[in-house]
């Protein structure tokens, strides 16, 4: 890819990213979300995180094929719900990601 | 304007310092893997500061690197980043009243992190308290931009030295869960989480990581079915 046709790139990377991140926000007061269906919104970021984070612990990609398989004795999961006991026990990021890492980390090992 | 003396913003600087570490992981990773496709250290520096969308970024790049037309490039761009269509509207009733300048950058510096968080803390948009909710929100979402910037940083500068094998982005995916579980603290979230996890699960394989927005979707759908059994239930 040229230096040119890079940059063209880039720039077309950043008006999607102005579009979808303020897609909403443009027409300012003039548009108004209706109140029932904002108020369902709140739940919109926590399945969006489901989604991000449940390939990573669940799944494995095949790397001939480029396709998720579902991996139930991978250092991902058994790290992942290492992590989420440490979290309703701790109740505190910084020991949710400890524990999690160091759960992965020795699993990585013994699997 | 002294704005980042205020409370409110020292509130939100505050409520991303932990999350901080998880970020700075997951910004590592992804610009060692920009540059192990191919891109160069000045390239990778820009592109962090004009799009800032890692998962865009990492969307694309074997997309830039096999000389693919731009449409496809940004088409995947733009479905990677759908989720924040929405993520918009939720902050939308917080926000309209800012320029529109004002509004562009904020809705440009959103992140899921940020957004996560902003919804746990103020759930109800309240108009008399629009600056405080504006200054949180620029708060944690200017530490997310500079945190991610510096990982970018260190990825150009040690990448080299990282081994790919320690997994650290796995940092991130943790930190992740511990977001997830104190959004589901009833009946409706949970059942709206299920869904999204099984949508999720269904639909893994598909292109474009539609997954995510399938997921958003359903859970959405889920949650207001969920209220309105309930109310009728009464």
């Known amino acids: ?111 | 304007m002294q704005f980042f003396k205020t409370p409110a913003f020292i509130d939100g600087v505050k409520a991303m310092s932990e999350p901080a570490i998880a970020i700075m992981a997951w910004s590592i990773v992804t610009n060692i893997a920009l540059l192990g496709s191919g891109l160069k250290p000045l390239e990778t520096f820009w592109l962090n500061l004009l799009v800032y969308a890692g998962s865009a970024q990492l969307a694309v790049m074997p997309l830039i690197a096999g000389d693919y037309p731009l449409w496809t490039i940004w088409l995947t761009a733009l479905i990677v980043n759908l989720r924040f269509v929405i993520f918009s509207a939720g902050i939308q009733p917080h926000f309209k009243k800012y320029s529109f300048f004002e509004r562009m950058g904020i809705g440009y510096i959103n992140s899921d992190f940020a957004f996560a968080k902003f919804v746990q803390k103020f759930p109800y948009s309240d108009p008399a308290n629009s600056r405080v909710e504006l200054l949180y929100f620029l708060g944690m979402a200017l530490v997310n931009w500079t945190v991610w910037q510096t990982g970018v940083l260190i990825a150009i500068i040690f990448g080299a030295h990282i081994p790919s094998n320690w997994g650290i982005g796995f940092a991130g995916t943790v930190a992740l869960l511990a977001l997830i579980i104190p959004a589901i603290k009833n009946k409706t979230s949970l059942v709206s989480a299920l869904v999204a996890a099984i949508t999720c699960i269904l639909t893994i394989n598909l292109p474009y990581r539609l997954t995510i927005i399938c997921s958003v979707i359903t859970g959405v759908i889920a949650a207001i079915l969920m209220d309105k059994n309930y109310k009728e239930a009464k």
């Open chain 1, 1 to 111: 890819m040229s230096d040119i046709h890079l940059w063209i790139t880039f720039f077309g990377l950043m008006a999607v990213t102005f579009v979808t991140r303020s897609f909403f926000l443009l027409g300012g007061s003039k548009f108004n979300i209706p109140e029932t269906i904002y108020e369902f919104l709140r739940y919109a970021p926590t399945a969006a995180l489901i989604a991000i984070v449940l390939p990573e612990i669940l799944f494995i990609k095949d790397p001939a094929s480029q396709l998720f398989e579902i991996d139930l004795y991978s250092p991902h999961l058994f790290g992942g719900v290492v992590a989420i006991i440490g979290y309703l026990v701790t109740k505190s990021l910084l020991g949710t990601i400890f524990l999690g890492m160091v759960a992965f980390t020795a699993a990585r090992y013994f699997i």
